[in-house]
């Protein structure tokens, strides 16, 4: 895969210690850069050909390249949360959460932005199981409302719940068929279940 990244890079001081202490010690470094094709966050590795060969992307001039030139083709990146695909008898709701007390849990006022994502899967009108999964999103510098929508999709979800979304996320998720329900700050997460009509009393 190409190196080239989505957004565009800043300066991040542990991720330049790290890239110059893989350099150092170790035959190859992880760089972690967007996929242009589907917005994911993808690991690549790069082998080092000599520290003053071209790296895999430079062209076949001579010259050393510097530890610059590296970190601009990389960002700081996040790991992906994971988690099982629901049978097809599932409704998978996801929201994102100010705290981690499962259906008790207040749904946030930030959904990109928020502290924990909630994964409520539905059987019949009741609830199945509930995962709670720490948003390692939330301190993407750029494209965090992206790459959650991007997540929510591959995981299976059917619906979102909300208090606020960008834009960008809301039609990403809607263009892949999947409900937005908007609820008021506040509200716990199954209070909004309730009210919006996804699970029983």
């Known amino acids: 895969m190409n190196i080239n990244p989505l957004y565009p890079y800043k300066q991040d001081a542990l991720l330049t210690s790290y890239i110059s202490s893989s350099i150092q010690w170790y035959p190859t470094i992880l760089i972690y850069c967007a996929s242009a094709q589907n917005f994911l966050v993808e690991k690549v590795v790069i082998q080092f050909r000599g520290r003053r060969g071209p790296p895999p992307w430079a062209g076949r001039g001579r010259g050393c390249w510097s530890w ?16 099982e695909k629901p049978t097809p008898n599932v409704l998978r709701v996801i929201t994102t959460t100010i705290d981690d007390r499962g259906v008790d849990s207040q749904i946030s006022p930030r959904f990109t932005r928020a502290p924990f ?47 606020n979304m960008g834009p960008n996320a809301a039609m990403i998720l809607q263009q892949a068929g999947i409900k937005v329900y908007t609820v008021t700050p506040g509200i716990r997460v199954i209070d909004a279940l309730k009210s919006l009509g996804l699970v029983r009393f």
């Open 68 to 83: 610059h030139s590296i970190i601009q083709q990389s960002y700081t990146s996040t790991i992906q949360p994971q988690v």
């Open 117 to 163: 994502i909630m994964v409520i899967d539905i059987v019949d009108g009741r609830i199945y199981r509930v995962t709670p999964i720490p948003n390692t999103f939330m301190n993407l510098p750029h494209g965090a409302g992206v790459a959650l929508a991007q997540w929510i999709i591959s995981s299976g979800a059917k619906a979102v719940i909300a208090v």
